[in-house]
């Protein structure tokens, strides 16, 4: 076990000497000095403190040292010219409360941003503001409110099929819509009787990603979107699965009115441990009014930012939103021009050719043509005993993230495998084998399966435990 750098500490050892004199703490009042000189600080080398922070990032996992399936979340490679363009002095330094007029160059990066993502979508304006999906969601159902609100009519409910991300309710309930969940067909799609059932003219919205959680195009998304409009209602697509579309189609295409995107997801900013993503919203002309402020303009001369938008829902975030993940985003998609095409057809591929690797060894439960993802069962596997989540600290083992698990909910055991299209055949083929492997162990001998994992730093936690009684601070004297 690594220590803690508390416990690496040795008396009067020291990275760097504050000598106290030369400081004078005058200036800050002293109600707001700590008297109690029993607070504890680490007393390290600067070399020692190097080492211990370098040993804990080696202990953790990312797309830099193994293949990460994380279904749903394309935790794709991030160009590393990416990062170096995101830290430029311009960008970094430059104040967000400076006037337009000094800041024209990062107005016109998100300007072309947003010009970018508008042809992606196929919508007519947007938004770079929401901080994330799930903000993003939240921006487009203020959005749907703020619509009916304006018009007079005083709809109720948001549908949401029963494959969604727990966000897409969670997002709409927060806006006072209630929630009517429809069950998904045989196929893994939308059960078009099911959904006439809950349309009519109480309708605000329904909430759906396309292809679907199960990896799965809609096929029936022309009718859904049609039988939606007749009624009113509106349709917001969830594009964190826009990966899979790329240049093939869009969301107005298939007849949706509001999009959010994940650009940490599709355009390749690193994600997974919390840091800042950006979730741009971006709508059909008739919401163009209803954007959050300020929303980016260019009248041929000047870029600006723009308050007085007629139905504005207000601000989402401070000052424009995540600055660096968007210079991110325009740096990926300058990067990759017509190619982002491509992107879609070998996440799409790659998806592909592992289903039907994997597919003898795992149940399938919808055998169909996936997109950039697609969902096995583990049933045959617990039938012997080991479970999904036995199998995912089985593939820890062998230098894989596992893929995500028990999402979506609709599938028993889900094991949710999204591969992306950066990486090899042989690192797919690595996976594909290790997964059989695992099977074959399943059946032979499933009682060392569950003794994984037996090489990760930490090995078996009570998960319950760590999410209810979460113990993360220090304390003098004890570990
Ligand atoms: C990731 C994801 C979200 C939420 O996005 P965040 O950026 O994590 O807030 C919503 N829906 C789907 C389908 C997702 O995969």
């Not at 429809?182 to 939308?190: C, D, F, H, Y």
């Not at 093939?248 to 949706?256: D, E, K, S, V």
């Not at 990067?335 to 996440?347: F, H, R, T």
């Not at 992306?420 to 162990?441: G, N, P, V, W």
Request: net charge negative; aromatic share 8%; glycine share 6%.
């Amino acid at each position: 076990m690594t220590k803690l750098i508390f416990e690496k500490t040795k008396e009067n050892t020291n990275g760097i000497n504050l000598i106290e004199e030369t400081i004078n703490f005058s200036f800050i009042d002293k109600k707001f000095l700590n008297e109690d000189s029993s607070s504890v600080l680490p007393e390290i080398s600067e070399l020692e403190v190097m080492r211990h922070y370098k040993e804990l990032s080696d202990k953790n996992f990312c797309i830099e040292k193994g293949f990460y399936p994380l279904g749903s979340c394309t935790m794709k490679y991030n160009p590393k010219v990416n990062e170096v363009l995101s830290v430029l002095e311009d960008f970094c330094e430059l104040h967000p409360h400076q006037d337009d007029e000094d800041s024209q160059g990062s107005l016109k990066l998100m300007y072309n941003l947003q010009e970018a993502l508008k042809v992606v979508t196929g919508m007519d304006a947007i938004t770079l503001q929401p901080a994330a999906g799930a903000h993003g969601e939240l921006c487009g159902m203020m959005i749907v409110k703020k619509y009916f609100e304006t018009i007079g009519e005083n709809r109720k409910n948001v549908i949401i099929p029963d494959s969604a991300h727990g966000t897409n309710p969670a997002s709409a309930a927060m806006c006072g819509f209630n929630i009517l969940e429809i069950k998904s067909n045989e196929k893994g799609l939308v059960d078009l009787d099911a959904l006439k059932s809950v349309l009519d003219n109480n309708t605000a919205a329904i909430m759906l990603t396309n292809p679907n959680t199960l990896g799965l195009f809609e096929e029936d998304i022309l009718e859904i979107s049609k039988l939606v409009h007749e009624t009113g209602g509106l349709l917001y697509y969830d594009g964190a699965n826009m990966n899979a579309i790329m240049g093939h189609t869009n969301p107005a295409l298939m007849g949706f009115d509001i999009v959010h995107m994940n650009l940490h997801k599709t355009f390749s900013t690193p994600h997974g441990g919390g840091g800042p993503g950006a979730g741009p919203v971006a709508v059909v002309s008739k919401l163009k009014d209803y954007l959050p402020v300020p929303v980016i303009d260019f009248d041929g001369k000047k870029y600006s930012r723009k308050y007085d938008v007629k139905h504005t829902i207000g601000k989402m975030k401070a000052f424009y939103g995540n600055f660096s993940v968007l210079v991110r985003a325009y740096a990926y998609i300058l990067l990759m021009g017509k190619e982002l095409k491509d992107v879609s057809s070998y996440a799409v591929l790659n998806a592909n050719y592992m289903m039907n690797k994997l597919k003898e060894h795992y149940l399938l439960p919808y055998d169909r043509k996936c997109m950039h993802e697609f969902v096995l069962s583990g049933d045959w596997q617990k039938e012997q005993g080991v479970n999904t989540l036995a199998i995912a600290k089985r593939l820890m083992d062998g230098n894989f993230h596992p893929p995500t698990i028990y999402f979506p909910l609709i599938v028993h055991e889900a094991i949710m495998i999204e591969p992306t299209e950066s990486e090899t055949k042989e690192r797919l083929d690595e996976f594909i084998e290790t997964m059989i492997q695992i099977a074959k162990e399943v059946k032979e001998n499933p009682e060392e399966v569950l003794k994984h994992p037996l090489n990760t730093p930490v090995r078996k936690v009570d998960e319950t435990l760590a999410a209810r009684k979460p113990d993360l601070a220090y304390k003098k004297g004890k570990v």
